[in-house]
């Protein structure tokens, strides 16, 4: 998907203009379904209780899933740029355009088929399809960095490991965060298709609204999907540029 | 568990081949569409600051909504099967298509078109042979970005009846279980992935062969 590459927006009511935005729309949802009356089965699925935990479960996966990313591809990243070998940085760019051809759907199914259905196979599934792109960022970011900057600090008497924390790692982290939101906003998307493995969450609502024609179940699960979708972005834009070195 | 897949494929190549082509065309023809109206309204905004950065902003929102999502919104409306594909598939392609077009444009030296228009160019003239061909590789870089996304969103509209390889995809899942699921699903992931990969090699081709020669490196 796209790489967003960050750029800093004023702190003032622009910011706010998308939660607002979700806000109405999430609130034209719900009056139009008040003035809906629902069947026995739309009943089932259009309550409180039956809405919270299907986006509850979408949000840990969520956020499970690029926690562990996170965790996995940043570390794996920094190790692949410190070894500084022409094959190993060949190999990292080759995966990662396989792994962006690869259709997530695929993963899920054929994880599936070979492992379980559930949500410990969703779970490993997303983090599979989200490592490549953030060990990617990482490795990018972290070669983006002006040489004569590390070789200033190198002259100042900086031991290597030093450079990394305080030269390297801050000037990179815009990239590497870049990477970090498109893998959230993935996650999100590929969450949805984990209903297709009974690993529960708002895709739930969009198959079973589709499998038994409930057109007012279809719109909410694909709303609240959307919503959080945006969302997930707008807060990682958010913290992006609140965590962003100040010199930069 | 599995059944050997040189018999699978021998069996079901013909299939295959036929499904490789459909999801090919689906792809092709949301480009071809997404192409002529993400230029159109890159054209339309590239210049002007407001209507420019609410295109941009409202095409970065709308690319974060999950596919599954937008395809089971539109089934309702447009039914199953090619009409919600194209529409979604296009919907996903017009982000690449219209920033890179708004940045190629943005790009074009002004003293370029000043001296066209010096020239005594009229503006449509100027756009048709200096703006477009000096955006136009930017233009197909995001062309080419647009057709990675497209191809692996096809592979889930397979779930609304839409055309191309999603259907094997799905097939494993729905007999899993049996002694082809495995087989069904991973001819489907294997083609989806060659498909796209062959695109993008293509691009390399289309975008060198459909620049302007002053400007092919």
């Known amino acids: ?248 | 568990m599995s059944g050997s897949l040189d018999v699978f494929l021998a069996r079901r190549w013909e299939d295959l081949v036929t499904l490789t082509l459909q999801h090919l065309a689906v792809v092709a023809l949301s480009l071809a569409i997404a192409t002529v109206l993400g230029v159109l309204l890159g054209l339309l905004v590239w210049d002007r600051n407001v209507p420019r950065s609410a295109v941009l902003t409202a095409a970065g929102i709308a690319i974060t909504i999950p596919s599954l999502a937008l395809l089971a919104l539109l089934s309702p409306v447009l039914g199953l099967g090619w009409a919600p594909t194209v529409v979604s598939l296009v919907f996903y392609s017009l982000l690449p298509i219209v920033r890179n077009t708004v940045v190629g444009l943005r790009e074009v030296p002004a003293h370029l078109v000043e001296s066209a228009r010096g020239m005594g160019m009229t503006p449509v003239r100027t756009l048709l042979s200096i703006q477009l061909p000096l955006a136009w590789p930017v233009i197909v870089t995001g062309i080419r970005v647009a057709a990675q996304l497209t191809v692996g969103i096809a592979a889930i509209a397979a779930y609304v009846a839409g055309p191309g390889l999603g259907l094997y995809i799905f097939k494993g899942l729905s007999s899993l279980g049996s002694v082809n699921a495995l087989n069904f699903t991973l001819t489907g992931t294997i083609c989806v992935v060659l498909l796209a990969l062959v695109i993008d090699g293509a691009f390399v081709l289309i975008a060198r062969y459909s620049t302007s020669r002053g400007l092919r490196v």
């Open chain 1, 1 to 248: 998907m796209t790489v967003h590459t960050g750029q800093r927006q004023g702190l003032g009511l622009k910011r706010f203009g998308t939660p607002l935005a979700v806000v109405v729309v999430l609130a034209a949802l719900f009056a139009w379904l008040g003035t809906l009356t629902l069947d026995s089965i739309e009943q089932r699925t259009l309550n409180a209780s039956y809405l919270l935990d299907r986006t509850r479960e979408h949000l840990v996966l969520t956020v499970v899933s690029s926690a562990l990313v996170a965790l996995l591809a940043i570390p794996a990243g920094i190790a692949a740029y410190r070894v500084r070998s022409k094959a190993v940085r060949a190999f990292v760019i080759g995966l990662g355009n396989i792994g962006q051809a690869t259709p997530a759907v695929g993963v899920v199914i054929l994880l599936a088929i070979v492992w379980q259905t559930g949500f410990y196979t969703a779970l490993i599934s997303l983090v599979a399809y989200c490592f490549l792109p953030v060990l990617r960022n990482t490795l990018t970011g972290l070669e983006q960095v002006d040489h004569a900057t590390r070789e200033a600090a190198r002259g100042m008497g900086m031991t290597p490991r030093q450079v990394l924390w305080r030269i390297e790692l801050p000037l990179a982290s815009p990239v590497i965060l870049a990477g970090l939101r498109t893998a959230l906003v993935f996650s999100v998307g590929v969450a949805t298709i984990a209903t297709f493995i009974n690993a529960g969450g708002l895709g739930d609502m969009i198959v079973n609204g589709l499998k038994l024609q409930r057109y007012p179940v279809i719109v909410v699960g694909a709303v609240l999907v959307a919503s959080i979708a945006v969302l997930i972005d707008w807060a990682a834009g958010l913290v992006e540029d609140l965590v962003r070195p100040r010199g930069l």
